[in-house]
């Protein structure tokens, strides 16, 4: 077996030195352990609590906003590892994005105003549901900056889609879905001209800026948002922040809280009292109470009016058909959170020491009755606080957002000022228990706790501070996101993890049993739009095109050889390479890139990938495969040959490399030998009942691929042979001794997958 595997030989070494290394150990107990490494019970018992054995998974897996780095990151609950970063608004080299043309054509949806938008300030991500309660199919998530949101597919975690939002300059309150996924909601944040490009001076605020809450229509079928079904509901110039779906009784309707509802303008240069004082004068803003299913079917009938191409429902006629109504919240209010039975919303107001816990109830019940204490400038009926509150709740300082337990009436809600966690029930509405978090902590996270179905176990502490938390990097320093165990009465901290990227603002974690991903495509998709690509081909029907100054290039992968080995180009042409991956195995992926023209794709398994770049300079340039897919991986290359125009080769033939019969001979041997070899592993493989595993399936397939091309080898170094051409002879019987090990080392992987996997012996 030794010989199949060319790692096998320096593995064996490496094994060899670890043990010795590790055996003056070996005696230590448990308790010599925590002596040396000076750690407590409590310790022990968290790191139990968190550690995950290698080999085992993780209980949820967490999808956190990238902050400014426009990514999602995905990590396992409770060891904490990263197990992903998703490219959704920035290029990310490793998976290609960006820099093929298949993922550029994902990013450039995100362009606006013509222009390219390259990173994103990412917030809020959100699982699609199902009544309620996450399903597992799709992420949404939205970025601040440039108004956006975009649809990741988690059947294979790659984003398909980002849609601008046609009317707001800012948002906040997105992404939040609504019970089934109907609609993905994106509220604004700072209010401006809804018109594109029209400029209204800020004394215009009152009467000319506006905010507003888009509700993104989901296509759950063709798992994309449809803007032409997707509509705005105006609002008045306060400053939308988070937004929550209603489910259960509140189904239908959303929330979405405002601060600022001063309408102050600033201008500290102009010796105004800045943002900040004007903004949180008064003591109470407003949540914008929304019947969305109503304001569908406004729209519907024709109520909207078009902005920029788009439906937006004009705040008059929100106000008088029932759909927006507004109630006072304390001081500056930041979270909107729906409890999981749909009954109650819980706001936390950053300037106010209680969480206040509205009863949609209630809400409905004011609404039902006509009984508004005011209407706001714009004619909005605004219900009374204390008709629409079910209780309020001294927390402590700042609170901000509140996620729910598995355990009726059990909350959490973070504390910013505080830099805690407080433990509450919000029905009786009292305090149960706080732990201090290090430090000052924005979103919190309970499993599926934003949900109709919470899983309670553990919460995460996102900390905007990590302060001295960590080993120093410099000023910039990691986010830090806590664990903590909220499965007994008093909460446990468990785990500080360093997060290296972006300020993550809210993070999601759904039960890991509840992803189905894949681990290949059908042979020749676009994974960007799901469908065949048209540049895609099989093994044998590669082509190499040229017309005018366009070569395009039809080729594949599979190990450890791109075809086509050369490209041909005068300088000067265009040049488009579609590659297919051939391969079935699970993890056989092969990256490409060609030498100083900042091209780079990742091609998963039946991934059809396109790059193009126009060949501009004259010169040699080295393609190669950037995935260590197999022993001869560094062999998996070609080049790019970019000849001056007009240029007329001086030389002909290749060199030799003078191969004798010997040498022929010796090569024909090896093949015999490792043939026995692998008729020993599939005589294995065939006795036991590998077609019940789908992966070893996969492998059986790609290896009898490899096998198949034997064949054709074979029949070329016997031809050479027979014309005593040595040379040619012995590479041909060398190319079958390649496909044998490439046979060899998936045959070797299936059984011992078998093996590890409990087959079972079946009748010949
Ligand atoms: S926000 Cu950052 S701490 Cu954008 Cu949800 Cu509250
Ligand atoms: Cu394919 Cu390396």
């Known amino acids: 077996m030794k010989k199949f595997t060319m790692r096998a030989v320096p593995l064996l070494v490496g094994v060899g030195l670890g043990l010795a290394a590790t055996a003056g150990w070996s005696a230590e107990t448990l308790q010599d352990v925590m002596k040396r490494r000076n750690l407590s019970q409590q310790d022990l018992l968290a790191a139990a609590k968190t550690y995950v054995p290698t080999g085992k998974r993780d209980e949820f897996v967490a999808f956190s906003s990238g902050g400014q780095s426009g990514q999602i990151i995905v990590y396992g609950i409770p060891s904490m590892r990263i197990l992903k970063y998703l490219a959704v608004f920035t290029p990310e080299p490793w998976q290609g994005y960006g820099f093929d043309e298949n993922s550029k054509a994902v990013l450039d949806q995100g362009k606006i105003d013509g222009k390219s938008i390259t990173w994103g300030d ?62 993905v909601i994106e509220a604004a944040q700072y209010p401006a001209p809804l018109e594109n490009k029209k400029f209204y001076p800020l004394e215009e605020m009152n009467e000319k800026y506006r905010g507003g809450i888009t509700y993104w229509k989901f296509d759950r079928k063709e798992g994309r948002i449809n803007p032409k079904e997707s509509f705005t509901i105006e609002a008045p110039p306060y400053w939308q922040d988070l937004s929550d779906a209603g489910k259960g009784p509140s189904d239908g309707w959303s929330f979405t809280n405002s601060f600022c509802a001063e309408r102050y303008v600033g201008g500290i240069e102009k010796g105004r009292p800045p943002y900040e004082a004007g903004c949180s004068a008064k003591d109470t803003d407003y949540m914008h109470v929304i019947n969305w299913k109503k304001a569908a079917e406004l729209v519907k009938a024709g109520k909207a009016k078009k902005i920029n191409g788009h439906d937006v429902l004009p705040l008059e006629v929100s106000a008088k058909e029932g759909v927006l109504f507004l109630v006072p919240e304390p001081k500056s209010p930041h979270g909107v959170d729906v409890s999981p039975d749909g009954k109650y919303i819980a706001v936390g107001g950053k300037l106010d020491t209680h969480a206040s816990v509205y009863s949609f109830e209630k809400i409905q019940a004011a609404i039902q009755a006509g009984k508004f204490e005011s209407k706001d400038p714009y004619g909005v009926p605004v219900i009374g606080m204390k008709d629409a509150l079910h209780t309020q709740v001294q927390l402590g300082l700042g609170p901000l957002h509140t996620q729910y337990d598995s355990k009726p009436c059990v909350a959490y809600t973070s504390l910013y000022v505080d830099s805690q966690v407080a433990k509450w029930d919000y029905c009786q509405g009292k305090v149960l228990d706080k732990i ?71 993070v999601v974690a759904i039960e890991a049993t509840k992803l189905k991903p894949g681990v290949r495509y059908k042979v020749g998709t676009d994974s960007r739009t799901d469908k065949p690509h048209p540049g895609a081909v099989r093994a044998g029907e590669e082509t190499t095109t040229k017309k005018g100054n366009k070569i395009e290039v039809k080729g594949t992968l599979i ?145 009898t691929d490899q096998l198949g091309k034997m064949k054709d080898a074979k029949a070329k170094h016997e031809a050479a042979a027979a014309k005593k051409d040595w040379e040619q002879a012995n590479l041909w019987a060398e190319q079958v001794w390649q496909y044998q090990v490439k046979a060899a080392d998936l045959g070797l992987r299936a059984k011992t997958y078998l093996e590890q996997n409990g087959a079972k012996k079946v009748a010949k």
């Open 436 to 506: 201090s978090v290090h430090y000052n902590i924005g979103h919190l996270m309970t499993m599926e706790g934003d949900s109709a179905d919470p899983k309670g176990r553990y919460l995460v502490a996102l900390n905007k501070l990590a302060i001295d938390r960590f080993v120093p990097v410099g000023p910039l320093h990691p986010q830090n996101h806590q664990l903590i165990d909220i499965s007994n009465d008093k909460m446990q901290l468990l785990y500080d993890m360093p997060l290296p990227l972006g300020e993550p603002h809210y």
């Open 559 to 703: 190990r450890s050889h791109i075809t086509p080995e050369t490209i041909e180009a005068e300088v000067g042409d265009e040049i488009t390479v579609h590659l297919t991956n051939l391969e079935r195995a699970q993890d056989e992926t092969h990256g490409f890139t060609v030498s100083t023209y900042n091209v780079h794709a990742s091609i998963e398994p039946g991934k059809t990938v396109t790059v193009k770049f126009k060949a501009d300079k004259e010169g040699v340039y080295p393609y190669y495969c950037t995935e260590f897919c197999s022993a001869l991986h560094l062999e998996m290359m070609g080049y790019l040959l970019v000849k001056p125009k007009g240029w007329k080769p001086t030389k002909t033939g290749l060199a030799s490399q003078g191969y004798t019969e010997t040498d022929y001979k010796a090569t024909v041997k090896k093949v015999a030998d490792t043939q026995v070899v692998i008729d020993s592993v599939v005589g294995y493989i065939t006795s036991v009942n590998f077609k019940d595993f789908p992966d070893v399936v996969a492998m059986v397939e790609d290896a």
């Open 122 to 183: 990412t917030h809020h991500p959100a699982i699609s549901e199902t009544q309620g309660k996450y399903d597992g199919q799709f992420l949404f998530i939205n970025d601040k900056a440039n108004p956006r949101i975009a649809v990741i597919d988690l059947r294979d975690f790659e984003t398909k889609q980002i849609v601008v939002n046609p009317v707001f300059k800012s948002e906040h309150g997105g992404a939040f879905v609504t019970s089934n996924t109907e609609y």
